[in-house]
Structures are given as structure tokens and as C-alpha cells.
């Protein structure tokens, strides 16, 4: 059975661009979470899907947003980087509440 | 508001020996779950245990156990036989079952504990 899949593993940008990270979650997982970790921060909840509707959402500014797809696999968009968006996306997957929650390899992401 | 604390920031254990790495927790919901996360230099989570605040036994898997303690709210992961391979980041994590919600995916997360396995 595959495991999360995060797209692309590495990625530089330039601040003031755009970008686009995926998730495939686990085959028959309808969650998808996001979370950006940082190493002043630590790991902070952006948002998560569940058959395609945001259900829940962290303190993080307009410019990051996120969509499901009716396959549930996630894409997550920031616009307009600033260099402070530099940092390891990680994304989970569950299949039901209170089970767990499994997490891809993350994407690093560094805005120059 | 859910909180996670772990209040090592390192831990250093001898090869072959246990190590217990603590984390306490704070909610007010009655039904939560609990999970150690194992993140090494390569920076993939790896799901290592889960506990249910419902769950009466502790959990166990392989040489991870958690020792729950409700009335605590601790939840310490016990590596058992420790290998150099055990050396990374743990991070212990609680997410919420609202009751009626259907927010199955926010984890809360501890800031964390290095431990390094010794020969």
C-alpha cells in the first residue's frame, strides 16, 4: 500500500512568486492536513480537507490556501512568498477520527 | 485550547538501553488522541504510536510504548533497546475529536526532543 505522496520534494522560489505543493493521501483516506514547520516555530496546522470541503483552518494569512480534489488529493498554494515561507510542508493523511494520522516526506520549500 | 509539552529539548541514551521521552498535554474535550511522531535528519514524519484517551490499555508497538496517564495527562513514549538508528526528533501530538465535528486532522505538536543513541 503507498504511502502519502508529496510533490515536488524540493523546491526555490523567489519571493513574490507563487507556488503549488501536492498530496495523494493514503488510498481510502478522505483527510488531508497541511503543516508548515519552521525551526523558530516549530509545526503549525495550516488547514485540512475532507471530501473536498475545508473544514478546519490555522492562523496563517489569506495568501496561503489549499483545495481537495474529488480523488482527495490536496494542493496547497501560496501566492506572493516572502522569504519567512521558507520552511519543510508536511502533509497527513487519516481515514476516520482517533486513528492515525500518517504524514508524507514533506516538500522544502526556500524563498530566496 | 490544546496544548502539548515536551519538556526535554535532549535526551541522550546508551545503546541497547530504555529511554522514556515525556510529554503532558492540556484539552478540555473528553475524547482526544495521542501520537509519537519519529522525525529524522531527512525530515519524513514517521507515525511511530497512537493512543486513544478511551483506550484503556497502553499502547505498544514493537519496542514503542506509551505509558498513558489520564489523570495525569501524560502520555511518555518508552523506547525500549535503544539503536543508533533510534537517533532523531520525537514529537508527540494530540488531535481533538470534536464532538458532532467532523475535524478529523489537526494535530497540536510538542516542540519536540532530540535524543541521541550512544554506542
Known amino acids: 500500500k503507498a504511502g502519502v505522496t508529496q510533490t515536488p520534494r524540493y523546491l526555490i522560489k523567489t519571493r513574490g512568486q507563487q507556488v503549488t505543493l501536492s498530496c495523494s493521501p493514503i488510498?481510502?483516506?478522505?483527510?488531508v492536513s497541511w503543516y508548515q514547520q519552521t525551526p523558530g516555530q516549530g509545526l503549525q496546522f495550516l488547514f485540512e480537507?475532507?471530501?473536498?470541503?475545508?473544514?478546519n483552518k490555522g492562523n496563517f494569512p489569506g495568501r496561503f490556501s489549499g483545495r481537495q480534489f474529488s480523488n482527495s488529493r490536496s494542493e496547497m498554494n501560496v501566492s506572493t512568498l516572502e522569504l519567512g515561507d521558507s520552511a519543510l510542508y508536511l502533509c497527513?493523511?487519516?481515514?476516520?477520527?482517533?486513528?492515525?494520522?500518517?504524514f508524507g516526506q514533506g516538500t522544502r520549500l526556500t524563498v530566496v | 485550547a490544546q496544548k502539548i509539552t515536551q519538556t526535554q529539548p535532549g535526551m541522550f541514551v546508551q545503546e541497547k538501553e530504555a529511554v522514556t521521552l515525556d510529554c503532558t498535554y492540556d484539552t478540555s474535550d473528553q475524547s482526544y488522541g495521542l501520537f509519537w511522531y519519529k522525525q529524522p535528519s531527512s525530515g519524513e514524519m514517521i507515525f511511530l504510536i497512537y493512543q486513544g484517551s478511551y483506550d484503556e490499555q497502553n499502547a505498544t508497538e514493537g519496542r514503542y510504548s506509551l505509558n498513558f496517564q489520564k489523570a495525569r495527562k501524560s502520555a511518555n513514549l518508552v523506547i525500549s533497546a535503544s539503536q543508533l538508528g533510534d537517533s532523531a526528533m520525537y514529537f508527540c501530538?494530540?488531535?481533538?475529536?470534536?464532538?458532532?465535528?467532523?475535524?478529523?486532522?489537526?494535530?497540536?505538536f510538542g516542540q519536540g526532543t532530540i535524543l541521541t543513541v550512544h554506542p
Open positions: 480537507y475532507f471530501s473536498e470541503t475545508q473544514r
Open positions: 488510498s481510502g483516506h478522505r483527510s
Open positions: 501530538a494530540m488531535r481533538e475529536a470534536h464532538a458532532g465535528g467532523t475535524s478529523y486532522g489537526k494535530l497540536t
Open positions: 497527513a493523511s487519516s481515514w476516520a477520527k482517533n486513528t492515525e494520522a500518517f
